[in-house]
């Protein structure tokens, strides 16, 4: 069994997060870089797989500058097989990043690909659905359980309603959501080890492929700061305050 | 020049903060009030390799240096304080002079134990009639055929209830037999013989959940292949430990300094008294600036103290300061932290209170500030050695 795990570089979640005033981005003096929570999730599954048959590959896979091989190394560490980095420049639109990952899945032709449901950073949700489009394959988004056998992949997904069970043949996409597993830290050993793992580097140009975004950002903005609460003195006052002021109601 | 940690360094840094996330406020909060050892934390970080950070490959461990022991223990102590940063302390450092004089059997039957976890060891020095002057201990060592007998007593011996082995330094020749008073000293790996050895615990200030004891050595039989090197060196043999430990302690003040910060910045940030955040006050604000510039300052030193150990370069004025300005930064930053609280700052759920009363120890403990100030006075300085 191959695994391919796209993974991002985000903003550690605990970083405070400013907006440059001219709306252009985020600063980023001092933040923090992490794997984005939800690939640090799809890589646990990953590995998992791989403890049970123990044949697997977990190839890590990121589109982005030199400085996400610190990601990789992590999910190396993790105790990944190998990385590849396609190294591209921003800005770099959903749809890129989507083509570039169905390339490489086309030269890597792994049997399953989990990556997380969106990126902490800009909450798209839009790779693994793109991706699977892309390729052909089934897909099952925000799973909360996976199951292999028989050539085949059971996915409980968690949605509105409550739990739905999808079944298909691999190769597939799956997206994992936030309570499939509690995602493992690296070893010190791990962390030798992953020093004289494989990190390929593959600068985007020679992939030929036709990126122009299709989407642009305009402009960041802070939320609007939120105010004050305020104590009402009954159940009644609340909800004629909802209806003429929130109007909400 | 180049002040940016290496690739692993930073592996390391990330990794032990997201395995310490598993051990939150409340688990340390509890083990301190329950004086409870915190096996599952300690056990987790052997698991995950780290006690084996420093000792070599051969033996189980990952031989890196000592600047790597230290950021592990930064972070250590960053997220549990002192009884995360004691519970594993002596595993990382402690076996130094077993690791460089230590007969090789020695090495292979022990070293692998204590990166696994299973064997804890406890530092038997400290002596109640011999503080900071180690070499006048009255603990004996007499051979007697393949064994030595020892009788005498240790105090301020930590984690004695949860050690099996504990790396003992008694006289094998009496102080007024010898020429120079670093002679005549020598260093056990002893078991720790609950039948000849009866283990007290003392109460103290803080830092419950691990145990600080008094030894009464009684007859303890020691197999003469216990001894650490040759007899008569185990003093020296003490001096090799020294740098590393202090490097240690001071990476561990500079983490629970910044634990304290960030508790107090958070708070001064959140809770509103005449109308304005408590932070908006210069004078809740600069001490914390204060402390936050200080903790800086001592890690950087701590850092550098640690660089040269590892280049095998002589560090032994850098370490001496490392541990001078971190403890001291430690104890200012858990003060302001405590005061930027206010009434909550005195109170258990707050946690400060428990980082204050840990970074007290810190100024006293392996080695005390005015210890540290006399050392940087007569071999930096050169001035007149004053005791
Ligand atoms: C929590 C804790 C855990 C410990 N764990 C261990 C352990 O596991 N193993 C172990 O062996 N030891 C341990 N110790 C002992 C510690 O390493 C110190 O060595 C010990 O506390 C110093 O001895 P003392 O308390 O008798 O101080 P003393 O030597 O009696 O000194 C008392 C005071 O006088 C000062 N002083 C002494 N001489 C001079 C001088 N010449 N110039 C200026 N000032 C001087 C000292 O700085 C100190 O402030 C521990 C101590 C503590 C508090």
Not at chain 1, 189 to 216: D, F, Q, S, Y
Not at chain 2, 163 to 180: G, Q, V, W
Not at chain 2, 279 to 295: D, F, R, S, T
Not at chain 2, 344 to 360: A, H, K, P, Q, T
Request: proline share 5%; aromatic share 6%.
């Amino acid at each position: 069994m191959k695994i391919l795990v796209p993974i991002k570089r985000v903003p550690d979640p605990a970083t405070t997060i400013r907006v440059l005033a001219d709306g252009s981005g985020i600063a980023t003096d001092n933040v923090k870089w992490v794997i984005n929570p939800f690939d640090e999730i799809a890589v646990e599954e990953a590995l998992r797989v791989k403890e049970k048959q123990p044949a697997s590959e977990v190839v890590v896979v990121a589109v982005g500058e030199p400085a996400w091989q610190e990601q990789l190394r992590t999910a190396l560490a993790m105790g990944a097989d190998r990385a590849v980095l396609v190294r591209i420049s921003p800005p770099v639109d959903t749809g890129a990043v989507a083509r570039i990952l169905a390339r490489v899945a086309a030269d890597e032709k792994p049997d399953l690909i989990i990556l997380g449901k969106q990126a902490i950073d800009d909450d798209s949700n839009q790779i693994g659905q793109m991706l699977a489009e892309l390729l052909g394959w089934p897909q099952a988004t925000f799973a909360s359980k996976v199951e292999l056998a028989d050539g085949r992949c059971t996915v409980v997904r968690e949605v509105d309603g409550g739990l739905e069970t999808l079944s298909f043949p691999l190769p597939g996409v799956i997206t994992t959501d936030l309570r499939l597993n509690e995602p493992r830290y690296a070893s010190l050993p791990g962390i030798m080890k992953a020093r004289k793992k494989e990190l390929k580097e593959i600068p985007v140009e020679t992939l030929g492929l036709n990126l122009a975004p299709l989407l642009k950002v305009r402009r960041l903005a802070s939320p609007s700061k939120r105010q004050a609460g305020r104590k009402v003195a009954s159940a009644a006052e609340l909800v004629s305050l909802l209806h003429s002021e929130a109007k909400v109601l | 020049m180049d002040f940016e940690l290496t690739a692993v360094q930073q592996e390391i840094v990330h990794g032990v903060r997201q395995l310490c996330k598993r051990f939150p406020d409340a688990y340390w909060r509890e083990h301190d009030a329950a004086h409870e050892f915190p096996h599952a934390f300690y056990h987790a970080v052997a698991e995950a390799g780290y006690l084996g950070v420093a000792i070599p490959g051969q033996y189980g461990g990952s031989g890196l240096g000592i600047a790597e022991a230290a950021l592990l223990m930064r972070e250590v102590a960053y997220a549990g304080a002192m009884n995360a940063a004691s519970s594993i302390h002596l595993s990382i450092f402690g076996l130094t002079p077993v690791v460089l004089h230590g007969a090789e059997e020695m090495k292979r039957k022990y070293l692998p134990e204590v990166v696994s976890g299973k064997l804890h060891a406890a530092f038997a020095v400290t002596e109640p009639d011999a503080g900071n002057d180690i070499t006048h201990i009255k603990t004996f060592a007499r051979r007697d055929g393949d064994y030595y007998v020892i009788n005498g007593r240790k105090i301020f011996t930590t984690k004695a209830q949860v050690a099996r082995k504990m790396l003992l330094l008694a006289r094998t020749i009496p102080l007024e037999n010898t020429s120079r008073k670093t002679d005549g000293l020598s260093l056990f790996f002893a078991d720790l013989d609950r039948a000849a050895v009866e283990v007290r615990e003392l109460e103290k200030l803080g830092r419950h959940a691990v145990d600080t004891n008094i030894l009464f050595i009684d007859n303890l039989r020691v197999p003469a292949t216990d001894l650490v090197g040759e007899e008569g060196r185990g003093f020296r043999y003490l001096l090799d430990g020294l740098n590393p430990e202090r490097i240690l302690v001071a990476a561990e003040a500079v983490g629970i300094g910044r634990a304290a910060v960030d508790r107090a910045v958070r708070y001064a940030k959140e809770r509103v008294v005449f109308g304005r955040p408590i932070g908006q006050n210069q004078a809740i604000a600069h001490p914390l600036a204060e402390a936050y510039a200080k903790l800086e300052v001592a890690d950087l030193i701590t850092i550098k103290a640690a660089w040269l150990f590892d280049q095998r370069k002589p560090c032994g004025a850098e370490a001496a300061v490392a541990k001078l300005l971190a403890a001291e930064a430690a104890f200012q930053a858990c003060d302001r932290a405590v005061q930027t609280l206010g009434g909550y700052g005195y109170m258990r759920e707050y946690d400060v209170e428990r980082y204050f009363r840990e970074c007290r120890m810190l100024k006293i403990a392996p080695l005390s500030q005015e210890m540290a100030l006399n050392m940087i006075s007569e071999h930096v300085l050169r001035l007149p050695r004053s005791y």
